[in-house]
């Protein structure tokens, strides 16, 4: 036997072991195929085009949210600074006057202010109770076309200051959530029942985007003493930033009626803007 020629025994051996590892790699190439996702395609059939093999894909949950760098950026209103007293009159140059309204809105007197506003051009503002105003729907809206602002005069009515910092934050953000849903966007002026404020209020309408606005005349309308005395009351306190205080509901408002119907023309023969605050 030459020395380059092996035993029988010997080359059945080698053979067995080619075979096993033959079959191990097989059995890898298997297992990898099978995990990895591009594995799970269907085989094309025998004799037909194969495609060009190229990188996997990957098709992970997390790859299909967007990431954050390309996604558009929310446009977030910016809250006011919180306030230690409210606005008593506005700053506008010149002869300019705010009417604001509160309590309503009240289907028996609001109605007939909007038109005595509608027949002059002027804009006013209506601080609205809440519970008034989601069972009055269509006049806030009817508010809002004419260009009148719409604010925000807590929910039933209460004085704030008795009232816990959940009391304060559901009187004013149930309102704010009425005017929003009804109009599409939140108020961004908030008045105090009574004019009773306090630190805890301010606070709360700052967290809710509002800004508090009191009032320079009161024409005491809300007394009922005649509707003379109204016209009367608002006449002698006109002046330029001077914003007057009257209701559209909360008691008989007929008075209030009457004496917008009155007092409004003077002011405007007078020279005076009547505008809104503009935020």
């Given at each position: ?9 010997r080359?059945?051996v ?7 590892g033959?079959a191990?790699?097989?059995?890898l190439?298997?297992?990898?195929q099978?995990h990895?996702?591009?594995?799970s ?6 004799g ?9 894909v ?5 790859r299909?949210?967007p ?7 929310r446009f977030r209103?910016a809250l006011?600074?919180?306030r ?5 009159r ?5 002869r300019t ?5 509160d309590?309503?809105?009240?289907p028996r007197?609001?109605?007939?202010i909007l038109?005595?506003l509608?027949e002059h ?9 809440g519970e008034?105003a ?8 009817e508010?809002?076309?004419d260009?009148?602002?719409v604010?925000?005069h807590?929910?039933s ?5 008795k ?7 559901d009187?004013?953000?149930r309102?704010s959530e009425?005017?929003?849903?009804t ?5 961004l002026?908030y008045?105090?029942?009574?004019g009773?404020?306090?630190?805890l ?9 509002m800004?508090?606005l009191?009032?320079?005349?009161d024409s005491?309308?809300?007394t009922?003493p005649?509707?003379?005395?109204i ?7 006109a002046g ?5 205080l009257?209701?559209?509901?909360g008691?008989d408002r007929?008075?209030?009626?009457a004496?917008l119907r009155?007092?409004l023309?003077e002011?405007l023969?007078?020279?005076y ?6 935020r």
């Amino acid at each position: 036997m030459k020395k380059d020629q092996m035993f029988p025994g010997r080359r059945s051996v080698l053979r067995i072991t080619a075979c096993l590892g033959a079959a191990a790699t097989a059995g890898l190439l298997c297992t990898e195929q099978a995990h990895s996702p591009a594995g799970s395609a269907a085989t094309p059939p025998a004799g037909g085009p194969r495609a060009a093999a190229g990188p996997p894909v990957y098709t992970s949950a997390y790859r299909l949210q967007p990431m954050t760098a390309y996604t558009p950026p929310r446009f977030r209103r910016a809250l006011p600074p919180v306030r230690q007293r409210p606005f008593l009159r506005m700053s506008e140059a010149g002869r300019t006057m705010v009417l604001t309204f509160d309590d309503g809105p009240d289907p028996r007197y609001t109605p007939d202010i909007l038109s005595t506003l509608r027949e002059h051009e002027v804009r006013a503002m209506f601080f609205v109770c809440g519970e008034l105003a989601s069972d009055n729907p269509d006049l806030l809206r009817e508010m809002a076309d004419d260009g009148h602002v719409v604010g925000n005069h807590s929910w039933s009515h209460p004085l704030i200051p008795k009232l816990p910092p959940s009391g304060i934050r559901d009187e004013l953000g149930r309102t704010s959530e009425v005017i929003e849903r009804t109009l599409g966007s939140a108020p961004l002026w908030y008045r105090a029942p009574y004019g009773a404020w306090n630190k805890l209020s301010f606070e709360i309408g700052a967290e809710l985007g509002m800004e508090p606005l009191a009032w320079t005349v009161d024409s005491l309308d809300w007394t009922e003493p005649g509707t003379e005395s109204i016209v009367r009351s608002v006449l002698d306190g006109a002046g330029p930033g001077v914003v007057v205080l009257s209701h559209d509901a909360g008691g008989d408002r007929s008075q209030s009626v009457a004496a917008l119907r009155s007092y409004l023309p003077e002011l405007l023969d007078a020279g005076y803007r009547i505008t809104v605050p503009r935020r």
